[in-house]
């Protein structure tokens, strides 16, 4: 498995000098060293996690984003006793969103399995918002925007706007 740490440090729980000093110099988070960690236990214990990579780990309130190739991504969703058994690790729920997508790709990953209808950019004298518009009622339902909106800035610094289609 890769990760933004060694593999060493990843199964003891302990960073060598070397992930110590990514860690100090801003390159990697505290949240990517308690993934790679905790996804390690896991791959321990399962050959599938083992040929993961993980990109990026990031908390978000009282959930876990997970940031993954597209084959493991698409794994996780596949079988979700696997999806279980690394939510039963990090004992809260966890997001698995795709390190390789698009900015289109990465938000339709964010609302899964909601149906994402246009993604437009503005820009703003103080930054870009994306806009985002979802297929119906029932979607809002849901999904929880808020959370949506927090996960989208912790891991992409991306703001967002949500709106349902009015039918």
Partial sequence: ???PICSFDAK????CAKCEEKLHAGQIS????DASVRLSKVASK???IDRFTLSKGAKVDSDFVLVLRSP???AVRSNSALAE???GEFQQKVWFLDSEASERGFIEGLFHPARV???NQFWLPDGKVTKVTMAGKAAQKKVDVEKVQKIAKAVKNMELLVEFEQK
């Fill in 85 to 87: 058994r690394i939510e």
């Fill in 46 to 48: 399962s050959q599938d």
């Fill in 12 to 15: 003891t729980g302990v960073l």
């Fill in 30 to 33: 505290q949240d990517d060293v």
């Fill in 1 to 3: 498995m890769k990760t």
């Fill in 72 to 74: 493991d991504v698409l």
């Fill in 117 to 119: 209808l246009s993604v």
